[in-house]
């Protein structure tokens, strides 16, 4: 699998490009807020129908214009694909595949498996659950179109309970509609928290060798779920929470509150870590996700870096390009000297200024 070309039209700072990527290594070099970063977006959202900055379609269009194109040209086991994605100012996106337009982001997901890996990741480990929610669902929801169904109609029932807590607040004769939410939300929540479970499992057998590899056999990593609430019990907790929610207006159980641990020699490296070992926990979550796709779906997912050689040391860095291989990677970087001095094959490098690539 592979990405063969990508063109943009209005897309942030681009009014137009066309660029080809070969299926091994590419690097985008340049100054700060020049636009790399905006190539791997586009990248990405033709992936997810999302964007890794969480930015709405409104803000990525380019200021002045009322609409965007991104078109990407693939290669997944020897077959083309083309994927047209048309982003709108006041409408919802317009998606196509080969040429015939698609209803459900569902259609889109596993026609192209994304892994991108940013500064931000680097956080993950120490900041707050939210991300680290986010990071499980952006890689199940790629890997699984049930799970993402599912996590797509829990947050929808979610918002209608919490509107229905709010609206009970002040009209309590409504409190008898409650039950009809909580069998769909205990429904699709049961399921959620069983993928998940399932994801952090995968990830697991994988990650331990990962990172003995990075840290000389020193430290021994393990990835813990930490379930709001276990599958089993979320009917139970959720009915005993009931007049809890109903006083806050909001609801206090489900998988909307689920986080996940990373320990290294048995210590929360959330708190007790090191700024170097929070570094090596995510970069050998980022490597274990790389691996378990690959093993998932029998192919190669396409990788994109941004900026992120500069915030590793040596030893993580030389990791990090070990894990490479042969699968087709984009990164972005302020030069590329230590990609030469390190003599790494690069297939191709453009320079991007101002919006412009050479």
């Known amino acids: 699998m592979y990405i063969e070309s990508l063109a943009l039209k209005n897309f942030r700072n681009y009014e137009s490009l066309d660029i080809r990527f070969s299926d091994k290594l590419n690097i985008l070099y340049g100054d700060n807020a020049q636009g790399k970063t905006n190539i791997l977006e586009a990248v990405y959202l033709s992936a997810t ?77 120490k900041n707050g659950p939210g991300e680290r929610r986010r990071f499980m669902d952006i890689e199940i929801c790629q890997l699984s179109r049930i799970y993402y169904s599912n996590l797509q109609r829990y947050n929808k029932i979610l918002d209608q309970r919490n509107s229905l807590l709010k609206q009970i607040y002040y009209n309590p004769d409504m409190k008898s509609t409650l039950d009809v939410w909580d069998d769909q939300l205990i429904e699709a929540g049961m399921s959620v928290i069983n993928e998940r479970q399932n994801f952090i499992n995968m990830i697991n057998e994988i990650i331990s ?13 393990i990835v813990k779920y930490e379930p709001n609430v276990e599958a089993d019990r979320f009917e139970k907790v ?63 997912p396409v990788l994109l870096l941004d900026d992120v050689m500069s915030e590793l040391d040596s030893r993580r860095r030389d990791c990090l390009l070990e894990s490479i291989g042969d699968i087709q990677t984009i990164i972005t970087c302020t030069g590329y000297d230590d990609f030469i001095r390190q003599r790494i094959n690069v297939d191709k490098i453009y320079k991007i200024s101002n919006g412009r690539i050479a």
Do not use: C, W
């Open 49 to 125: 129908t999302k964007s890794h900055r969480n930015s709405k379609d409104k803000d990525i269009i380019r200021f002045g214009f009322d609409d965007s194109h991104i078109r990407v040209d693939l290669k997944k086991r020897d077959v083309g694909h083309r994927i047209d994605m048309h982003l709108r100012k006041n409408q919802a996106k317009g998606v196509a595949i080969d040429g015939i337009p698609i209803k459900r982001s569902t259609e889109l997901f596993g026609l192209i498996n994304i892994i991108m890996f940013s500064p931000e990741d680097l956080s993950v480990v």
């Open 209 to 221: 060798g990962i990172h003995k590899k990075i840290t000389y056999d020193k430290e021994e990593i």
């Open 238 to 300: 959720l009915k005993d929470k009931r007049q809890m929610d109903l006083k806050n207006t909001i609801t206090m159980t489900g998988p909307h509150r689920d986080d996940f641990g990373i320990f290294i020699n048995g210590n929360d490296v959330r708190i007790y870590g090191s700024q170097g070992q929070q570094r090596t926990a995510a970069l050998s979550l980022k490597l274990a996700e790389i691996e378990l796709v690959k093993k998932i779906i029998n192919d190669n």
